[in-house]
């Protein structure tokens, strides 16, 4: 423990007074097994290293094992879940609440995952809890509870937990024809109403209880945070969440976990916002068809003071329609710091293959949001980009620090347009980048003898997506003169459902070259990733040597000319760069 201390700087002196805030600083970075032996030093470290063992609770069973002794319940045969539980082998008197006082107070946050789990409590042990308990709020100082159950019967046992204290809530919903969902938003708003963060999670279509939704959201007017299922956020949600005075984030999530609505339920996105809509809001998050989310930005009373925006295309768009989102970006989003655009493909949403691919010309526009520093765009079709736009794009963007260029399309072109000469630019002109996404031709032909360009400095990921790469040891050799030590070279796609979800793919044999080709990418970049940190340290020795050299020639020449000064000599410099005595 002493050794920890010193990390951190801790004297002597300091040690000896053991501080409270310089021990809880080093707490919060041990693990709960170096914690609990903490625990047994002294009473003073006991407190401090029990708040860190106890602060965040995952396990609901170790926490109530705190009570009493539990046990294994073997599986019942009408168990739908097909789950063990646990069950108290006596019942709770007042001494066991008296000895659970000291831990249920440090508890800051409950996270309950029963997808996750392989046994979970039963219902039986949550009801002897709910009859024995000596006060309304069994974790007097929770702040964070996140309640994901398999069924709504166990849904409403976070009931048992809520309370006015608590600022994060995450919840997955469950409907039932018995217990109204409008039911459990209103018991949530009682029991919590400064709420903050609100995590909404369920699998049915959002207009079929829209109407409950907003009540719950006009509900808890503290809300600064609304994270909803994917095809959630329609037009009349949007609308009222435009009331809320301190909400700063509007979000959605794709994980399978958060569950997702109905398609048709965003496809046509119009909200009609009022004066004064959204007067805190800096993060959005929405799915829409680009043609709406443009007339969107460029509404009377629309968001000005966003700094983060994705947007999620249901559809495929033109050139001129990303040229005027793009537009309508700049020209609305003055504050904005990061742009994410994305055409996710699914069996939902479908490529078109007659509409034009996007140029330089189309995505200009960006260029002109001053305060950009991350911009991320995903589209089906490659981009037909030159080395002279990304010139221009590197050198009128220097202050970008995350660009991934529609990295990993999922229409591969027989050649991609760049090279990985398109990398150099950006070392050139980006000294901030730290991501950078790029779709190009792996095994390009050239000469990089003459690079003469200055590595990056902070480059840490470089994407590769879905770029053809026959052989791994030419690209190696290029980047390791361009990645610092440490850079990540990464590929792959993340558009669900490979190839075969492609319009063009008619047939299997089709389907298995394509998805051969990317394998044998992909593994090559692997390839490259695993061997360019030891040839950019090769390269970084190389540099070292060759500056030592000059340094020492340098030096020798500065000798010669002291000892030609003292001879009343003149030093003349030979053809070579070498210095003599003439």
């Not at 709020?137 to 409403?156: D, H, S």
């Not at 700049?330 to 691919?357: G, H, K, V, W």
């Not at 030592?548 to 020449?557: D, V």
Request: glycine share 4%; with cysteine; net charge negative.
């Amino acid at each position: 423990m002493t050794s920890a201390l010193s990390a951190f700087g801790v004297t002597t002196q300091q040690r000896v007074l053991e501080i409270p805030e310089i021990l809880e600083l080093v707490f919060s970075f041990l693990d709960d097994k170096s914690n609990a032996n903490n625990i047994t030093v002294c009473k003073r470290w006991s407190e401090l290293a029990l708040n860190m063992v106890w602060r965040e609770v995952s396990d609901v069973h170790r926490l109530f094992s705190l009570l009493a002794p539990m046990q294994l319940q073997p599986l019942s045969l009408h168990d739908r879940d097909c789950k063990d539980y646990y069950i108290f082998t006596r019942t709770l008197d007042v001494s066991d609440w008296e000895r659970f006082g000291r831990y249920a107070r440090r508890v800051r946050a409950l996270h309950l995952d029963e997808n996750e789990a392989k046994t979970l409590v039963a219902r039986e042990a949550f009801d002897e809890i709910s009859r024995t308990r000596v006060s309304l709020n069994i974790l007097p100082n929770l702040r964070q509870l996140t309640w994901v159950a398999c069924n709504i019967e166990r849904m409403r046992l976070s009931l048992m937990f809520q309370h006015e204290n608590i600022l994060d809530f995450a919840v997955y919903v469950h409907r039932s024809p018995t217990y109204p969902t409008s039911t459990f938003f209103k018991e949530v708003m009682l029991r919590m109403p400064r709420l903050r963060n609100l995590d909404m999670r369920f699998n049915f279509c959002a207009n079929d209880e829209e109407g409950d939704l907003v009540e719950l959201f006009l509900g808890l007017p503290r809300l600064k945070k609304v994270i909803m299922p994917l095809y959630t956020l329609t037009p009349v949600i949007m609308e009222k969440l435009s009331e809320l005075k301190e909400l700063q984030t509007v979000q959605f999530e794709f994980r399978e976990a958060q569950g997702r609505g109905a398609i048709e339920d965003v496809a046509r996105f119009a909200p009609q916002l009022k004066e004064g809509a959204f007067p805190a809001l800096g993060d959005l998050s929405l799915s829409a068809k680009l043609p709406d989310m443009t007339h969107f930005l460029c509404s009377s009373f629309a968001p000005v003071n966003l700094t983060s925006l994705y947007v999620h295309t249901l559809a495929a768009a033109s050139p001129d329609e990303v040229h005027c989102f793009l537009t309508a970006v700049t020209e609305n989003c003055q504050l904005l710091r990061r742009l994410y655009l994305d055409f996710f493909t699914s069996m939902e949403i479908r490529s078109d293959p007659a509409l034009p691919t996007l140029t330089w010309q189309t995505l200009r526009p960006v260029m002109y949001c001053a305060n950009l520093v991350e911009f991320e765009v995903r589209w089906d079709k490659p981009f037909e980009l030159t080395q002279a736009d990304i010139e221009e794009l590197a050198a009128k963007w220097p202050s970008i620090e995350t660009l991934m260029l529609n990295c990993e399309p999922m229409h591969v072109a027989a050649t991609p347009a760049l090279d990985l000469r398109a990398v150099v630019p950006f070392a050139r002109h980006c000294p901030r980048l730290t991501e950078l996404g790029l779709y190009v031709n792996g095994d390009a032909d050239f000469d990089d003898t003459e690079l003469d360009v200055k590595p990056f400095e902070g480059l840490a990921r470089l994407c590769m997506g879905n770029s053809p790469l026959a052989g791994s040891g030419a690209a190696a050799l290029f980047l390791s003169r361009l990645c610092p030590l440490g850079c990540e070279v990464i590929a792959g796609v993340t558009w669900p459902d490979g190839f075969a979800i492609r319009d063009d793919v008619l047939d299997e044999e089709t389907l298995a070259r394509l998805n051969a080709q990317a394998t044998t990418w992909f593994e090559n970049w692997r390839e490259v990733n695993r061997t360019l940190p030891l040839l950019t340290r090769l390269r970084a020795e190389e540099r070292e040597r060759r500056m030592a050299m000059e340094r020492e020639l340098e030096e020798m020449k500065a000798k010669a000319r002291a000892w030609a000064e003292q001879a009343n000599m003149s030093p003349v410099e030979g053809k070579d760069g070498s210095c003599v005595i003439a």
